[in-house]
T-cell receptor, first 109, second 117 residues
Framework: DAKTTQPPSMDCAEGRAANLPCNHS???????VYWYRQIHSQGPQYIIH???NNETNEMASLIITEDRKSSTLILPHATLRDTAVYYC??????????FGTGTRLQVFP | GAVVSQHPSWVICKSGTSVKIECRSL??????MFWYRQFPKQSLMLMAT?????????EQGVEKDKFLINHASLTLSTLTVTSAHPEDSSFYIC?????????????FGSGTRLTVV
C-alpha cells in the first residue's frame, strides 16, 4: 500500500472550515483514499473515501487532485466535537487498514 | 446499521493471568475481523487478521502464542491475552469488515483498555 504524509497537528476555529491535507504521491491506480478519525479513547470512525472523483457526504468532503497524489479532507463547519486525530489511509478496497500517524485536529472556541 | 460491540470496555488483571476480549458484529456477518493495539499518544498498530473458521494471520513481531485469536462464528471474534504482563497494558480495538456494498468497508469497536498490575 502507498504511504501517506500528514501534518502532525492543526488548529481550527469553531464554525470555520477545517482543511486537512494528505500526500500520497506513490498511490497506484486501484488504491482508494480513506479517511477515518479517532476521538480520544474511542475506536476509529469512518468519514469518507474516494478513488478519483471528489466525494461529499453528511460529514465531510474529499477533494482528490487530478494526478491523485494528494487529497484534502474538508469539514465545512468545524465544531468542538470534531477535535480528534484524523487518519488518511490509501489502500485497495479489500485490503486491511494500516494506520499512519495522522493529524491531530484541535478545534477551539 | 453496521455496529461492532466490544467487551469489556476496560479490564484490570493481575500479572500472569489471561484476559479475553470479545468483538461482535451486531447486525451483519463479518468473515474477517481485525485486532489492533494502541499505546498512549501513538497510532493504531495492526496485530492480526481474524478469519472465520480458520487460523488468524499475525503481523510481524506479534506473538501468536501470547495473543490467541478465535473467530468461531460470523459475528464473534475473541482475543485472549495470555499470561499478561504490565507491558501488555494497552488499548485494544477490533474492527470488522462489512459487506462490500456498505460505505467505508470497516466498522470499529469502541476499544478495550487493559491494565495489567
Amino acid at each position: 500500500d502507498a504511504k501517506t504524509t500528514q501534518p502532525p497537528s492543526m488548529d481550527c476555529a469553531e464554525g470555520r472550515a477545517a482543511n486537512l491535507p494528505c500526500n500520497h504521491s506513490t498511490i497506484s491506480g486501484n488504491e482508494y483514499v480513506y479517511w477515518y478519525r479517532q476521538i480520544h479513547s474511542q475506536g476509529p470512525q469512518y468519514i469518507i473515501h474516494g478513488l478519483k472523483n471528489n466525494e461529499t457526504n453528511e460529514m465531510a468532503s474529499l477533494i482528490i487532485t487530478e494526478d491523485r497524489k494528494s487529497s484534502t479532507l474538508i469539514l465545512p463547519h468545524a465544531t468542538l466535537r470534531d477535535t480528534a486525530v484524523y487518519y488518511c489511509i490509501v489502500k485497495t478496497k479489500g485490503d486491511k487498514l494500516i494506520f499512519g500517524t495522522g493529524t491531530r485536529l484541535q478545534v477551539f472556541p | 446499521g453496521a455496529v461492532v460491540s466490544q467487551h469489556p470496555s476496560w479490564v484490570i488483571c493481575k500479572s500472569g493471568t489471561s484476559v479475553k476480549i470479545e468483538c461482535r458484529s451486531l447486525d451483519f456477518q463479518a468473515t474477517t475481523m481485525f485486532w489492533y493495539r494502541q499505546f498512549p499518544k501513538q497510532s493504531l498498530m495492526l496485530m492480526a487478521t481474524s478469519n472465520e473458521g480458520s487460523k488468524a494471520t499475525y503481523e510481524q513481531g506479534v506473538e501468536k502464542d501470547k495473543f490467541l485469536i478465535n473467530h468461531a462464528s460470523l459475528t464473534l471474534s475473541t482475543l485472549t491475552v495470555t499470561s499478561a504482563h504490565p507491558e501488555d497494558s494497552s488499548f485494544y480495538i477490533c474492527s470488522a469488515r462489512r459487506p462490500m456494498r456498505g460505505p467505508g468497508g470497516y466498522t470499529f469497536g469502541s476499544g478495550t483498555r487493559l491494565t495489567v498490575v
